[in-house]
């Protein structure tokens, strides 16, 4: 573990990696901005942009990046002293978070109010979406022309609420809210009066909006409401709206609060903090590149919240195909004929799975394991189940640990109750995947998916170090360690 020293100097230095925490989290309200946004970073570094359908010409002392989907992003550095075979350090995060998304269908409404069809993503503490002020964003396939285009929208103001029930009609209210979400969850977009008098919806309108003279058009799609909406911040017409991908956002901005400017208040810390730790660890490692002799990788996955079992989930293929394809030009470049080069390099590999930990709770102190209760300001927390639901083990653990130590940073410990479940990661899922040792850490949070949580500024800070350690210097010391076991 770091002195007391070490946490003291972070106090001073970490706002910075906060208030740029902050600003990332404002401007990725879904999965396809926060990949937008990494982009924007990795470009503005220096990165190259590579894709999939491509043939990649990489060199050593390389620095690459491509997304999928959208929603899915994986950069690398080949180092300037890389040989086939040899391994990669990989910090895993996700970029989707609980939140309300919209249905193929999404018209509805009844007793004069104009409602939107709804679904629950991930597992969410849907009773605080209640009461917020509500907005969408998302991906929008548009018609420009001859073409389709994919295009990014938010809609920056509030348009819509979730209200709760007044007590005088639920009495018991207080003791337990259960939560259908086909029936209660369904926002209020407006009142169908106002909706008629302030954006007037003709005939023809609604049959556009509802597919034209296709064989559902009497029954309408979309609210011909939100797709004006749409349509204003898109610039087109509500007509060249093809399909969307959309989710309710809460508009409150994430702030840097508490009464020393020590939390930060937010939604979708989990796991937006983390992806926005590995990336910038990433880059702030870029000036050692050249005496390293693996491949450094940052891989932001989408899906983790509903099992990662997707094209763009930590299940896909989409790692080893990184790995495959940067073993495979070095090969080329070197005349080696690859013998079970992807296979020793798997084997050299090391995964550090980031997603966010639970900090213990000062009123639910006692649903922490005693022995192991993470604090916040106290750095990174490394996560252990017997039964692997984190892939940690004493190996990654060490590795982890000395990486912590060379970079004077701070570290803890948690293990969930014995008596209680504990969460998924992307860790389990990789591994088996993949075939790759690694480790669970994360920083730890309250209210986590919740539609407003908190964190530690401190930590911010600490895991960009942390996580800047273990791209210097874990291949030093997983060559250190014997590996003959």
């Excluded at 979400?181 to 309108?205: G, N, W, Y």
């Excluded at 979708?268 to 702030?284: F, V």
């Excluded at 798997?346 to 192991?372: C, R, T």
């Excluded at 209680?420 to 309250?446: E, H, K, N, Y």
């Amino acid at each position: 573990m770091a002195s007391s020293g070490a946490a003291a100097s972070a106090m001073s230095e970490s706002a910075t990696h906060a208030e740029k925490l902050v600003d990332y989290l404002n401007a990725s309200w879904t999965p396809y901005h926060a990949t937008a946004n990494a982009r924007a970073k990795l470009l503005a570094a220096g990165y190259t942009e590579l894709y999939e359908n491509d043939v990649w010409n990489l060199k050593l002392g390389g620095r690459y990046f491509f997304t999928r989907n959208m929603s899915c992003l994986v950069a690398f550095a080949v180092g300037g002293k890389y040989k086939a075979g040899n391994g990669a350090i990989i910090v895993g995060a996700h970029t989707d978070s609980p939140c309300i998304k919209m249905k193929p269908h999404t018209a509805s409404g009844k007793n004069g109010f104009v409602q939107l069809g709804v679904q629950p993503y991930g597992g969410g503490i849907w009773h605080t979406w209640f009461d917020r002020d509500l907005s969408v964003a998302g991906r929008v396939f548009v018609r420009r022309g001859d073409r389709t285009c994919h295009e990014l929208v938010r809609i920056d103001r509030p348009i819509m609420c979730i209200p709760s029930l007044a007590i005088h009609l639920n009495r018991t209210v207080n003791k337990g809210f259960d939560i259908n979400c086909q029936t209660h969850l369904p926002p209020i977009l407006a009142t169908e009066l106002k909706s008629r008098f302030e954006m007037p919806v003709t005939a023809e309108d609604e049959k556009k909006a509802s597919g034209g003279d296709s064989p559902d058009a009497s029954a309408l799609r979309h609210s011909p409401l939100l797709l004006k909406l749409l349509a204003e911040e898109l610039k087109c017409k509500p007509e060249d709206i093809l399909t969307f991908d959309l989710q309710l956002c809460d508009t409150q901005p994430s702030i840097i609060g508490g009464a020393c400017r020590e939390f930060i208040h937010s939604g979708r810390l989990d796991n937006l903090a983390m992806c926005y730790c590995a990336t910038e660890s990433l880059i702030e490692t870029d000036h050692s590149l050249a005496d390293e002799t693996g491949i450094r990788m940052v891989a932001l996955y989408d899906h983790e919240e509903v099992g990662s079992g997707s094209a763009y989930g930590a299940r896909s293929p989409i790692t080893i195909d990184v790995l495959r394809r940067v073993t495979r030009a070095s090969c080329e470049a070197t005349g080696d004929d690859g013998t079970d080069a992807l296979e020793r390099c798997v084997v050299n590999s090391f995964l550090v799975s980031a997603d966010m930990a639970h900090g213990i709770h000062p009123n639910f102190a006692d649903k922490h394991e005693p022995g192991h209760q993470p604090h916040m300001h106290k750095g990174m927390v490394i996560k252990t189940h017997c039964e692997m639901r984190y892939i940690t083990d004493a190996f990654s653990q060490h590795v982890f640990h000395e990486c912590g130590r060379r970079a004077g940073v701070p570290f803890q410990q948690f293990v969930v109750r014995s008596d209680c479940a504990c969460g998924s990661t992307i860790g389990p899922a990789l591994s088996v995947m993949a075939g790759v040792r690694g480790i669970d850490v994360g920083i730890p949070q309250f209210a986590m998916h919740s539609v407003r949580e908190m964190c530690a500024v401190d930590d911010v800070n600490f895991a960009v170090e942390h996580m800047t350690g273990v791209f210097e210097h874990a291949s030093t010391i997983i060559g250190e360690v014997d590996s003959k076991f």
